[in-house]
């Protein structure tokens, strides 16, 4: 996976728009500039890559999990809130529509 972002980014110049795609950036990168403004070669190594990664996964499982299930109980207990909900769903969705379905 790092080296598919890797070579994403070193072959088109540009970032996949993800997590694991802005540390494959940073890992690649040359030479940058310090916070105390002293130009060095500043750049993640793959332990770094895989102890964010740690750390983004531990920090965002529990979190993102606990939200959605609090949400799906007052959802369920809110009827009204789910029909706003599916409303503002569809809304969105409508913005999209011809492009292809991001969930299909
Ligand atoms: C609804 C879901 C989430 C909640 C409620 C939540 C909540 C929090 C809170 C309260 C903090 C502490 C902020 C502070 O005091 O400075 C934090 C920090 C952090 N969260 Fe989340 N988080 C969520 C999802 C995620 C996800 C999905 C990720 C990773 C992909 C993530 C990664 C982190 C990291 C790395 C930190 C530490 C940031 C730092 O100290 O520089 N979180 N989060």
């Known amino acids: 996976m790092l080296l598919h972002e890797r070579g994403i980014h070193r072959n088109y110049g540009n970032n996949g728009g993800n997590l694991m795609s802005s540390l494959a950036q940073a890992s690649d990168e040359g030479t940058q500039t310090t916070s105390e403004?002293?130009?060095?070669?500043?750049r993640l190594t793959d332990d770094e890559i895989f102890g964010n990664n740690f750390a983004f996964n531990l920090a965002g499982?529990?979190?993102?999990?606990?939200?959605v299930a609090a949400a799906?109980?007052?959802?369920?207990?809110h009827p009204e809130s789910q029909t706003w909900l599916a409303e503002e769903l569809e809304e969105v969705q409508s913005n999209f529509a011809g492009l292809p379905d991001p969930l299909s």
Do not use: P
């Open 72 to 77: 799906l109980v007052l959802l369920a207990a």
């Open 61 to 67: 499982h529990e979190t993102t999990a606990n939200t």
């Open 37 to 42: 403004g002293k130009q060095g070669l500043l």
